[in-house]
């Protein structure tokens, strides 16, 4: 973000009240925020009274061999039981879980499905069965590679009641995303499907999981099975030996299943994100309290009344948002939720609004990009729904810029809905900084405030708080139920990364750079490492470098996350060719790009490769991605004085002058 941006953003100054209904009913008034501050593990202690526990805990937090943290010590539950079985116990059985709505409309009938809670018992537990007999035991991990159906879901539920760990892989990820994924973690099973449909097209699932099979094996790590449930009913490649159709397996399966209660520190899973490396990291998080975490702030955040709210968060399963608040948060508080398998727009504009009017939806989760990229095609489309069912919309993912918040309250919210933007990361497991909905006069663009139970602030490099109104590092100064424990298999990392920065005071070093406003609001600013944000999807510049020099007539790279109207940020790469290529040949940029998209998924697609025949580099040898960022954002190449050989930038933004 420029400085321009930022002092604009500053400037703002409107201010949305809470609606005075809400404020008066609201879960979670002002007094939370103090009752927090006075008894931190005390407040805690009671949101995990929310759940239900087999044995309870003897002890809060143990945080004695910081920064590796115990929660809830010595307590034992079951994730899937709170998330299902209690609520059946409850009488709330026939109470509908799940409305899914696939995306292929057919003769104006879209293909849906709806799961109440006793149909969620049912399937888990047969999942849960089919999953031991495969094999799987507690502690094994399961690799899930699906679509946005109902069984993911399930699937995801089956693993945590049997105490296997789940690793959801985004079904956006190439078959070597995967495989890195499937030997990282040691994956005994993946469950995946056909297959799934994506802008009225059934696009291919299993060939990539065979693909990352082959991969693994040559890495000395052998899946033992993969359980394929058939979506799309498209041919698939099938190996008697380790392949297993779910509709088998899961079908015949018993409906009854007994759950076993966990140790609150056993892992429920591994979710990898991109770090400032080029291999992504495993983020470990146990059961109790990341349970505790997901179910507190989803009720907190977004006010759920479970009984009258109809909730529907866009996020893919694939992320941790799906995690958090589409499976554990919502389930466990016994939501009735939408669950859409497909694109925004497809098969028509207004795909997304009709299903708020169609199932009166009341609570609704998306990401800026989204809010964008609707403004773009203008209030037309949404203005011919009926929304006035929803009550509070949420944010996630990146900033939010001051117009899109105010376009999605006035267009979407109707002006009567207050805005939670909700910063919190993969590592942070739940929503950390966020306005409350009956309590906050929020500020577009602004965060707001650390939630009751979470300590966050803004320091300077020395790690001192700096003073309202200016900028510095978020951080979390004191830890908190839903923390990563560490990341999977590399303690090391674990506190190099994320605990090394501010290691005198012992704060959590969250990667974003943050700015208090005069009245001590917290504006999110976006990365100060080399991750990118890409419509809100977290890219690591090393990985991308890498996979460009992975390729046979490539030397070397480097990737800058430029600002972007519609995606946020973009990824642009530099490239430089190897002698022996040439000019690389005509088609040479839709090569690299096309590798890119195969070495990590679509989603890494450079907006732009620029071949060039230098990098600007430092003396000791540094990349200089600032000026790299100036060319690919437009502006005039900044301080070149620390340059080894300062004529390159000429020659850089010279060829971006020429280059499409
Ligand atoms: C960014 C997604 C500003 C931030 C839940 C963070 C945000 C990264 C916000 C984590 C927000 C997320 N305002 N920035 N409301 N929410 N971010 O792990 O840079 O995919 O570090 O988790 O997204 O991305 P992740």
Request: glycine fraction near 10%; include cysteine.
């Amino acid at each position: 973000m420029t400085d321009e941006t930022l002092a604009n953003l500053l400037k703002e100054d409107r201010r949305f009240e809470p609606p005075a209904e809400l404020a008066a009913n609201a879960n979670v008034k002002a007094d939370a925020y103090d009752a927090a501050r006075a008894d931190r593990e005390a407040f805690w202690a009671a949101q995990a009274d929310r759940l239900s526990w087999d044995t309870r805990w003897d002890r809060v937090l143990d945080w004695d061999n910081a920064p590796f943290a115990k929660w809830f010590v010595g307590g034992k539950l079951n994730a899937a039981y709170n998330c299902v079985d209690r609520h059946v116990e409850a009488g709330r059985g026939d109470k509908v879980a799940i409305h899914w709505v696939g995306e292929p409309v057919n003769d104006g009938v879209a293909d849906t499905r709806d799961l109440t809670y006793a149909d969620l018992q049912r399937e888990v537990s047969q999942a849960a069965n089919a999953l031991t007999d495969l094999g799987v035991g507690k502690g094994d991990r399961v690799a899930i590679y699906l679509p946005m159906i109902p069984e993911a879901v399930v699937a995801m539920l089956a693993c945590a009641r049997i105490g296997a760990p789940h690793t959801v892989v985004f079904g956006g990820f190439s078959a070597d995303a995967l495989a890195s994924r499937l030997d990282d973690c040691q994956a005994k099973v993946v469950i995946t499907a056909d297959g799934g449909y994506r802008r009225g097209t059934a696009s291919a699932l299993k060939p990539a999981v065979d693909e990352a099979r082959t991969k693994t094996a040559q890495m000395g790590h052998v899946v033992d099975k993969v359980l394929v449930i058939r979506r799309t009913g498209q041919e698939v490649a099938w190996d008697d030996a380790t392949d297993v159709w779910w509709h088998d397996a899961v079908g015949n399966a018993s409906t009854e299943h007994t759950p076993e209660a966990f140790d609150a520190e056993h892992p429920l899973y591994v979710m990898y994100t991109s770090g400032t490396t080029g291999k992504p990291k495993g983020i470990l998080h146990t059961t109790g309290g990341y349970l505790v975490g997901s179910s507190y702030t989803h009720h907190a955040v977004f006010d759920l009344k479970p009984d009258t709210d109809v909730y529907w968060c866009t996020a893919d399963i694939g992320w941790v948002t799906g995690h958090s608040y589409i499976v554990y948060g919502p389930l466990a508080n016994g939501v009735t939720q939408v669950l859409y398998e497909g694109t925004p727009d497809s098969p028509e504009p207004g795909r997304w609004w009709k299903i708020i009017q169609d199932y009166k939806v009341t609570l609704f989760y998306t990401a800026p990009t989204a809010i964008r990229s609707f403004m773009k095609q203008g209030r037309e489309i949404p203005d011919q729904y009926d929304m006035s069912s929803l009550r509070i919309l949420g944010s996630v993912g990146e900033p939010i810029n001051p117009e899109a918040y105010v376009w999605y309250r006035h267009v979407i919210g109707g002006d009567r809905t207050p805005i939670v933007d909700t910063w919190w990361q993969t590592e942070t497991g739940s929503v950390m900084i966020s306005p409350l909905p009956g309590v906050t006069a929020g500020k577009p663009g602004s965060a707001m405030t650390p939630i009751p139970g979470i300590e966050a602030d803004v320091v300077d490099d020395d790690g001192n708080p700096v003073p309202n109104g200016s900028g510095g590092y978020l951080v979390v100064t004191s830890p908190w139920p839903s923390m990563l424990r560490t990341i999977w298999g590399d303690d090391d990392r674990y506190v190099d990364t994320y605990w090394s920065r501010f290691k005198q005071q012992g704060y959590y070093f969250a990667g974003d750079g943050a700015k208090k406003d005069t009245d001590g609001d917290i504006w999110v600013l976006g990365r100060v490492d080399d991750v990118m944000n890409v419509s809100g999807h977290r890219l690591s510049t090393t990985e991308i470098e890498s996979a460009l020099v992975s390729h046979p007539k490539v030397a070397e790279s480097a990737v800058v996350g430029a600002s972007d109207p519609d995606t946020g940020q973009a990824v642009v790469a530099y490239v430089i060719l190897r002698n022996e290529a040439g000019d690389g040949g005509p088609d040479i940029v839709k090569e690299l790009s096309d590798h890119v998209r195969k070495e990590i998924g679509p989603i890494a697609k450079p907006r732009q490769i620029m071949i060039v025949p230098e990098l600007p580099k430092t003396r000791s040898g540094k990349i200089m991605r600032r000026l790299l960022r100036d060319v690919a954002e437009g502006r005039a190449v900044g301080d070149t004085q620390t340059l080894a050989d300062a004529s390159i930038m000429d020659l850089i933004s010279a060829g971006q002058a020429t280059s499409t």
